[in-house]
């Protein structure tokens, strides 16, 4: 897997395959509307990255093309997609259009979350129930205690101390 630059990632991979480097960038049907009409276009499903096969010897060749910018590592190695997974991507992509990638919050009680947006943007606060995509937070400010409910997707759980 590779970064590449912004909405380079169509143009990378047919660069690729004109050399014979086996890639796959991912595309996602969606629905764009004008307010004359509305169209279908094919947009890459991982902004700013593609995933490509490669042997040991093309490697570092890879680099030298033109909008990609380095591997993706993960845990200090070059990040490894197994085939499989490819295989998921591909067979989901074929049944459904509008596909969204999110990346899942685990959240639970006493989790010390930060607001992502909104209102209480940058507040922090303590988890005190999740229920289902959403989750009940306490926030103190003003010298009382304040509780509401945030979709799990603007929060981020953070690590430390919280001081109320």
């Known amino acids: 897997m590779v970064y590449t630059k912004p909405r380079w990632e169509k143009k990378i991979a047919a660069r ?20 004359d009409r509305s169209k279908v276009v094919l947009e890459p499903l991982f902004k700013g990255y593609l995933l490509v096969a490669l042997v040991e010897k093309e490697k570092w060749d890879i680099k030298n093309v033109d909008g990609i910018l380095n591997f993706v590592y993960w ?60 989750a009940k937070i306490k926030i103190e400010a003003l010298g009382v205690g304040l509780s509401a409910i945030f979709e799990k997707k603007n929060l981020e759980v953070k690590t430390g101390k919280i001081y109320i």
């Open 16 to 35: 690729l395959s004109e050399k014979g480097i086996e890639n796959y960038c991912p595309l996602n049907k969606v629905t764009k509307k004008w307010s």
């Open 75 to 134: 845990l200090g190695k070059p990040a490894v997609v197994k085939q499989s997974d490819v295989e998921t991507i591909r067979k989901f992509l074929n049944e459904f259009a509008d596909v969204e990638v999110t990346e899942e919050t685990v959240l639970k009680a006493n989790d010390i979350v930060l607001v992502k947006q909104g209102v209480f943007m940058d507040y922090r606060g303590i988890v005190l129930e999740v229920i289902g995509n959403k």
